[in-house]
């Protein structure tokens, strides 16, 4: 089955500065691949998403990368600001179950 | 705005009790699904469902069960509860296709005793 590994587990960065998430996964059938991020006491929401015969994505400060290739994609925070200090999670799907990655916390320090 | 909706925010159960969690989604989703969140885990799923009384294992469905009756209701059952199922339960929901975004509930946090 997928297997969707993450890195790093935790991230720590400066106002201002930028932050990148990776994922790697094992199935090369997956095509969809999301972003979700989750703040303190909250639950997990949708930041970003791209399918397979798509190669980059943006939106405003976050964008997202896929090497179907490599089987790795990535997740760019640009600008970062407190407020983007969460736990984020990627995820992949060859048949439209999710399977998500072991999350990592970004903090964001002012 | 879609809203899923989970009975028991905080549970608190002893070894070996059945335990009941529930989940009722408003938007006519097709596909529910019962993750497990752990840290340093991420979100592991549990079970998942396609359409009313169908169901499908997912990675860790060992020791639970589930249960769809209605479209807009998925019931995660743990027969007999163990301490390794004390843990975070994020139900979810999405409508139809082979991928979309899944619209999460708050979570029910259950500590077997």
């Known amino acids: 089955g997928e297997n969707v590994e993450q890195h790093p587990s935790t991230l720590s960065v400066q106002e201002g500065d930028s932050a990148v998430i990776k994922c790697t996964y094992s199935d090369s059938a997956s095509n969809y691949f999301p972003w979700y991020k989750q703040e303190l006491g909250k639950r997990p929401q949708l930041i970003i998403d791209?399918?397979?015969?798509?190669g980059e994505k943006k939106d405003q400060r976050i964008a997202v990368t896929l090497n179907k290739t490599a089987k790795h994609f990535s997740l760019h925070i640009t600008e970062t600001q407190p407020e983007d200090s969460a736990v984020y999670f990627c995820?992949?799907?060859?048949?439209?179950?999710?399977?998500f990655g072991q999350g990592t916390t970004l903090q964001v320090k002012p | 705005d879609v809203k899923v909706t989970q009975s028991s925010r905080y549970l608190v159960k002893r070894t070996g009790e059945k335990v009941f969690l529930e989940c009722v989604q408003d938007?006519?989703?097709?596909?529910m699904f019962w993750y497990r969140q752990d840290p340093g885990l991420g979100l592991r799923l549990i079970y998942f469902s396609y359409d009313v009384k169908m169901k499908e294992k997912g990675d860790i469905p060992e020791g639970y069960s589930v249960s769809r009756e209605k479209k807009e209701r998925f019931s995660l059952i743990l027969e007999s509860a163990s301490t390794n199922q004390t843990s975070m339960y994020l139900c979810?929901?999405?409508?139809?296709?082979?991928?979309?975004?899944?619209?999460f509930g708050e979570g029910s946090r259950l500590t077997v005793l």
């Open positions: 979810a929901s999405s409508s139809g296709g082979s991928a979309g975004e899944l619209f």
């Open positions: 791209i399918r397979s015969n798509v």
């Open positions: 938007m006519d989703h097709e596909n």
């Open positions: 995820a992949a799907t060859p048949t439209g179950k999710l399977i």
